[in-house]
């Protein structure tokens, strides 16, 4: 199973942000964890801080038939990104949105998702365990997928 993982803006700078809000880990360690917890998928991890190359990959997978699931944290880009979310409406594969923090007790402006409104599901404010959660709910969309 081939799983694509998307993170946006400033999610490579983890281990420096606010740990209250995003926790301690770095973002390769959330990688690591990953594959430990489920060694029978193939994941492809994908970061960057620019909303074209975000836009671009989605793009190759819409276009890629060994891609079988999508998680993503478009991080900043979540509240504001008609692009990325045009981008994911073209996506005919399950997607899940995972945040770190729980955008819903945040400030307002971080309270409405425009890339999860083409989402399956949202998972959001379980720290590193969003992607782990988010992992799983991914895989079983994936397999009860007609």
């Known amino acids: 199973m081939h799983v694509l993982v998307l993170n946006g803006p400033n999610l490579n700078m983890l281990s420096h942000r606010d740990s209250e809000h995003y926790g301690t880990l770095s973002l ?32 190759r997978a819409v276009k890629n038939q060994d891609i079988q699931g999508v998680m993503a944290n478009f991080g900043g880009f979540t509240h504001t990104s008609v692009a990325i979310r045009d981008a994911l409406a073209m996506l005919t594969i399950p997607r899940v949105e995972v945040h770190l923090s729980n955008i819903h007790a945040r400030e307002e402006f971080r309270h409405t998702s425009l890339t999860g409104a083409v989402c399956n599901g949202i998972i959001a404010g379980f720290g590193p365990k969003s992607y782990l959660y ?6 079983d969309l994936i397999q009860s997928a007609p």
């Open 134 to 139: 988010g992992a799983q709910s991914l895989l």
């Open 28 to 59: 390769d360690a959330i990688e690591s964890m990953l594959r430990k917890a489920f060694p029978e998928v193939a994941f492809e991890f994908f970061q960057s801080n620019h909303e074209g190359e975000l836009i671009e990959r989605i793009h």
